[in-house]
DNA sequence: ATTGAAATAT
DNA sequence: AATATTTCAA
């Protein structure tokens, strides 16, 4: 239906200047009032700092945390500054749910990508609100992307509301907590908005799921149909996923308040590990994905120790549970 | 208001 | 061609 009017990605340009610190402070609308006995921007380690000594992190072997540029943490701000806005007031229902969620929104190495240059990243926020943090290319990027990607796009207000949600990219990470709630609730009461709900995942939305869950469905009938052909090649996502299973499950739906779920715990649910289960860690590296017009970075997995191939984007499933930090949006409608 | 499936769009 | 989004009837 609708053409596009030609402007791309209205989505991401941002003020080129932007200090956390004194001067970025516009219409914000910040409350002064809030803001006194708290430390000045300078006295903050910034955000761009990574919060672990790169000593310390190679010492345990651990990645050092990729290096975040202004452009990044303001970014990430401005998401939670979103965040916290229409997460309001919460007498609603879906509240309760969410605190019952078996899938703490905790952050942990999930990824949640979006098509354009704004996959986002988890960090390793020690806490559980999920924000940051578009990864831009730099440390070893042959590349080095200055803080400015687009060009112009210069319509650009910070009040457009209707903007458009990127393209959601079903990671495996992503697509792994899907079949894990679907599997958890059964196939009976998977619909789009319960799933979404479960899988608390910030940014995604119930037609991203129901689009999702159809896809799934049309993979299950076709593998039922015919057990075994082999799983067509495209199928890669579903493949490495065990299929949900006719688990029926008693719904506790009862007061959910009481469980202040600590960090993890074991879900009882699914007992199948993916085929060629290896439980590498996964670390997400930005791609390029050149699309004539356009490029498009998204995350894709990787091992650690090396591409393994590179014409085939083979996805595997994590096995580790931890939570799924996206970019949080603007929700359009919502009532 | 939601769901599910088909039509579009990228 | 595959996959995600949008539309639309139920």
Redesign the pocket.
Same mark, same amino acid.
Do not use: C, F, I, Y
């Given at each position: 239906?609708?053409e596009?009017a030609g402007s791309d990605d209205e989505f991401d340009r941002l003020s080129a200047a932007d200090d956390v610190s004194s001067g970025g402070d516009d219409d914000d609308g910040r409350v002064l009032e809030w803001e006194l006995g708290l430390p000045s921007g300078e006295e903050l380690t910034p955000l761009s700092q990574p919060l672990v000594p790169p000593q310390l992190a190679s010492a345990f072997s651990v990645k050092p945390e990729p290096a975040r540029t202004a452009l990044d943490v303001h970014r990430a701000s401005q998401s939670t500054i979103f965040g916290l806005r229409r997460v309001a007031p919460s007498s609603d229902a879906s509240a309760a749910f969410r605190s019952f969620s078996p899938f703490p929104p905790a952050a942990a190495d999930e990824t949640v990508a979006f098509e354009g240059d704004d996959p986002v990243v988890a960090g390793e926020s020690s806490g559980k609100i999920p924000l940051f943090g578009p990864i831009s290319p730099c440390a070893e990027s042959p590349e080095a992307e200055p803080s400015t990607p687009q060009p112009d796009d210069s319509s650009d207000d910070h009040s457009a509301r209707a903007l *458009? $949600?990127p @393209?959601?990219?079903?990671t495996p990470q992503l697509h792994k907590r899907f079949i894990d709630v679907v599997t958890h609730l059964g196939i009976k009461n998977a619909?789009? *908005?319960?799933i979404m709900q479960l899988m608390n995942v910030e940014g995604l939305t $119930?037609?991203?799921v129901?689009?999702?869950?159809? *896809?799934y @469905?049309l993979y299950l009938k076709r593998m039922q149909g015919i057990p075994d052909e082999g799983p067509?090649p495209?199928?890669?996502?579903f493949t490495s996923t065990p299929p949900a299973t006719q688990s029926l499950h008693e719904q506790h739906v009862h007061t959910p308040m009481r469980y202040a779920m600590p960090a993890m715990f074991s879900m009882p649910v699914f007992g199948m590990a993916p085929p060629h289960g290896h439980g590498r860690p996964i670390t997400m590296v930005p791609a390029v994905h050149n699309h004539g017009n356009g490029a498009h970075h998204a995350f894709e997995p990787q091992h650690p120790y090396g591409a393994f191939s590179e014409r085939h984007k083979d996805w595997y499933s994590g096995n580790s549970f931890g939570s799924i930090a996206s970019y949080p949006h603007v929700t359009p409608k919502n009532?």
């Open positions: 239906m609708g596009e *458009k $949600r @393209r959601l990219v079903w619909v789009p *908005k319960t $119930r037609e991203n129901a689009s999702h869950l159809q *896809k @469905r067509s495209s199928d890669h996502l009532k």
